[in-house]
T-cell receptor, first 115, second 114 residues
Framework: GAVVSQHPSWVICKSGTSVKIECRSLDFQATTMFWYRQFPKQSLMLMAT?????????EQGVEKDKFLINHASLTLSTLTVTSAHPEDSSFYICSAKGTSGSPLHFGNGTRLTVT | DAKTTQPNSMESNEEEPVHLPCNHS???????IHWYRQLPSQGPEYVIHGLTSNVNNRMASLAIAEDRKSSTLILHRATLRDAAVYYCILRANAGGTSYGKLTFGQGTILTVHP
């Protein structure tokens, strides 16, 4: 079945540094990918929609200059958390949309801890 | 987006059927009903979806009310591996501008007892 690979699965970084998370669709082309964030014991919150070859669309309240999204190819989207702070510590999950009508496929998430 | 309402938690015993309810009284005619589940420390996993008719696949069955204002996810024989958070989500049809965006509610935490 369709697989979405997310890397790294976990990362620890120091406050003020930047972290890049990759999301790849392994066996299908994804013109659109989605980035979610999930805090402990809470549900997933959509952060942004990543469109191949164009600018990402951010949800209300999500800082586009802090969470940089690049979708340069049909199989790769990246989320860069810039100048990370402890409050950015969270579980970041990407998903990819394949063919019309197909379900969304999710990566296994990246656990970010900012110290 | 149309909202869904699910019980916070449910419990089941292993090998028994589980019926997970979902209310979506404001569903529009073109909204599909999707179910995803999330195991601890993993991304969500697609379970099943439907529009009007009941659906079956290898993982579960989806029973949709005639008026589409509610649906039930049925796990025919629960296993310990089915313990997860189950999300009932409405998804716009392929032609909608919000197609693909999923709005997650709190879901139902399913506990399966051995």
């Amino acid at each position: 079945g369709a697989v979405v690979s997310q890397h790294p699965s976990w990362v620890i970084c120091k406050s003020g540094t930047s972290v890049k998370i990759e999301c790849r669709s392994l066996d299908f082309q994804a013109t659109t990918m989605f980035w979610y964030r999930q805090f402990p014991k809470q549900s997933l919150m959509l952060m942004a929609t990543s469109n191949e070859g164009s600018k990402a669309t951010y949800e209300q309240g999500v800082e586009k200059d802090k969470f940089l999204i690049n979708h340069a190819s049909l199989t790769l989207s990246t989320l860069t958390v810039t100048s990370a702070h402890p409050e950015d510590s969270s579980f970041y999950i990407c998903s990819a949309k394949g063919t019309s009508g197909s379900p969304l496929h999710f990566g296994n998430g990246t656990r970010l801890t900012v110290t | 987006d149309a909202k869904t309402t699910q019980p916070n938690s449910m419990e089941s015993n292993e090998e028994e059927p589980v019926h997970l309810p979902c209310n979506h009284s404001t569903i529009s005619g073109t909204d599909y009903i999707h179910w995803y589940r999330q195991l601890p420390s993993q991304g969500p996993e697609y379970v099943i979806h439907g529009l009007t008719s009941n659906v079956n696949n290898r993982m579960a069955s989806l029973a949709i009310a005639e008026d589409r204002k509610s649906s039930t996810l049925i796990l025919h024989r629960a296993t310990l591996r089915d313990a997860a958070v189950y999300y009932c989500i409405l998804r716009a049809n392929a032609g909608g501008t919000s197609y693909g965006k999923l709005t997650f509610g709190q879901g139902t935490i399913l506990t399966v007892h051995p």
